[in-house]
Every structure is written in C-alpha cells, then in structure tokens.
C-alpha cells in the first residue's frame, strides 16, 4: 500500500470514528457531514484504486463514479443532497444511520476494516 492509499483509508476511518461519536452524543448534523466526508474518502480510493488518479474535486468524483462505477455513484450522489442540507436544517438520527450504513457497505466493497 502506498503514502496516497495510507492516507486516504486514515483519513476516512477519522471521519468514520468522529462521526459515530458525533452520532451517539445526537450531534447528527455533524455525523451525517463526517459521514459523507467518509463516503468520500472511501470513493476516492476507490477511483485511485482503479484509475490510477485521484479526483480533484467533486465534481469530478461524481463524473468518474456516475461514468465507471453506477452503484456507488448511486450512493454518493444521494447521500451528497444529505451533506449539502446539513448546511441548512437539522439532520436526524435516521438520516445519519443511512450514511453510517452506507459507509459500512463502501468499507467492506473495498475489502477495509473498521
């Protein structure tokens, strides 16, 4: 594993534990950005793994998983509406499980402990 991989999978099991702190203390809309930040980490690796290049910027994450990679486009792109809002209104606790959930999944697709 090299220096950018390393740092990607720490980086997203930050997000991940902070998150999941946030969530147990009811801070949601902290957990549901950590969360995606989380998401985020874990698709960009997925990107690296597989491309050889890392994505500047959302949009360019969204266009590369949406082009090669549907199912996690899928979920990234639903829960980013859920990032984007916690700016906004108060996110809740269901709402924080569906990214916690689907951060599990993005984990264990890309063969990561917890």
Known sequence: MNETETALIENAKEYFRNATSAEKRK???????????????????????????????????????????????QKLDQNFSFYQDSYRRKMDAEISALLREDAKRLYEQLGISM
Do not use: C, Q
């Open 27 to 73: 801070e949601y809309n902290t957990a549901v950005t950590l969360f995606f930040k989380t998401l985020a980490a874990l698709a960009d690796l997925m990107i690296y793994r597989k491309e050889g290049r890392l994505p500047s910027s959302h949009t360019e994450r969204f266009r590369t998983l949406e082009e090669k990679y549907p199912d996690t486009y």
